[in-house]
């Protein structure tokens, strides 16, 4: 084969071909509204103590949980995909019929096949929108709505629904004291619109595949599995310097930043990076102290809350910053709606 | 670094991280038992002493060094076949 003409050598046929055509495309987009679901049942910290060797103090002094939701048996990923998509559209006014881009990221879904965004587009009534799945586990969602910005930028959408929604009590070994006081279930929604100013700002991303062995679920049989101190380690190491580029490259200072929403992987790596971070006018995230790590829901969930409790102002500037399995992270600045 | 200088750095790193007054931190008391400081905070106070000393404490080692002293003679150790 190698001796054999590239098919591109004989493209000089072609040279009088018009060039193709791409739409305009939009200055920006930006976030109109979040919605988020969580499952009805409340997990304690003493609820744990009764099944595995630990206590209240001890998770909340080594990771700030209090409380955690678990989906019931019957709950999907799909199931809080649409309650809390559902939210966000009925919160941004848009109708099922202008979404037309559908994205879900979720590192725990019921099927590899079917992908989960497709089936929660029809559920909600959205027609035949782009759809698909973000596997970057709890940086999924700053992937997906990077991917959502710059396709309504490059006019390959007009208006995007971004979900992060994990169902990680399924992978859990509740005997597992290590893993079972930290993750959790949940889903947070954002709608993503075309916009004359940027909303979303530009996404720093990245991934170290060398340290794919730090947390991880071998096979469809098997637990989730965390090296917590390592994974600790390159967290409050590698991190924040993630978070100030973020900044830099929005044209934002990290003490004009009104929130700062981490991933909430564990409330002391939360706290080291904002410290790190320097954001001395930011309201930080804490919702893992009632919600748990649910990871790539874990950001939107956070945001929704927020929002909800009025501790986000309208327009100001916010940092959000995923990062985990793979190990892969991402962050931008958004303009809270 | 003589042995005093390490031990002032790695008191104001202790005291930053965990709170701890930094003269409570004297060469014989271990961190978990004494100082009252968990595995997290160790690894917090291993990388503040890398950003400080210009030593790298890796997980493999800081598993090891259970006292004050122990940091301090390793600092010092590293610090010299660097």
Not at chain 1, 129 to 143: E, Q, T, W
Not at chain 1, 206 to 213: F, K, P, Q, T, V
């Amino acid at each position: 084969m190698s001796d054999s003409q590239p098919p591109a050598a004989r493209g000089t046929e072609a040279t009088d071909a018009a060039d193709l055509v791409l739409p305009a495309g939009m200055p920006g987009a930006r976030i109109v509204a979040f919605g988020h679901y969580q499952p009805a049942k409340v997990v304690t910290n003493h609820d744990l103590a009764e099944s595995v060797d630990t206590t209240d103090e001890w998770i909340r002094s080594r990771v700030g949980i209090a409380e955690r939701r678990i989906a019931g048996p019957e709950e999907s990923v799909a199931d809080m995909s649409v309650q809390a998509g559902g939210k966000a559209l009925a919160a941004g006014g848009l109708s099922p019929d202008d979404v037309d881009l559908v994205i879900v990221a979720t590192c725990t879904p019921e099927s590899t096949i079917p992908n989960v965004s497709a089936g929660v587009a029809h559920r909600l009534g959205i027609r035949a929108p782009g759809a698909f799945d973000v596997n970057a586990a709890c940086a999924g969602f700053c992937y997906a709505l990077a991917t959502a910005s710059d396709a309504i930028r490059c006019g390959s959408a007009r208006n995007a629904l971004v979900i992060g929604a994990e169902k990680l009590s399924q992978w859990v070994d509740w005997s597992d004291r290590t893993t079972c006081i930290i993750f959790a279930d949940g889903a947070g929604a954002a709608v993503v619109t075309a916009a004359a100013t940027p909303g979303v700002g530009p996404v720093v991303w990245g991934s170290s595949g060398a340290d794919a062995d730090k947390i991880y679920i071998k096979d469809r049989h098997s637990y989730l599995v965390q090296e917590g101190q390592a994974v600790f380690r390159w967290a409050t190491t590698a991190l924040h310097p993630v978070a100030i580029e973020a900044c830099r490259r929005a044209g934002v200072a990290p003490e004009e930043l009104a929130a700062f929403v981490p991933h909430q992987a564990n409330l002391r790596i939360v706290e080291s990076i904002a410290r790190r971070l320097k954001a001395s006018n930011a309201v930080i995230a804490d919702d893992i102290v009632t919600a748990g790590n649910t990871s790539a829901a874990s950001i939107p969930l956070a945001l929704s809350r927020m929002a909800e409790r009025q501790q986000l102002p309208s327009g100001a500037p916010a940092l959000i910053l995923g990062f985990g399995a793979g190990l892969t992270y991402a962050a931008q600045v958004i303009k809270v709606p | 670094m003589t042995e005093q200088e390490i031990l002032a750095g790695l008191g104001e790193i202790v005291e930053e991280i965990a709170g701890v007054p930094a003269a409570d931190v004297t060469p014989e008391k271990t961190f978990v038992d004494d100082l009252d400081i968990d595995s997290l905070s160790m690894v917090e106070i291993a990388v503040a002493a890398q950003d400080k000393f210009g030593v790298e404490i890796p997980d493999d080692e800081l598993k090891n060094l259970k006292t004050v002293k122990h940091v301090v003679e390793y600092v010092q150790a590293q610090g010299i076949s660097a």
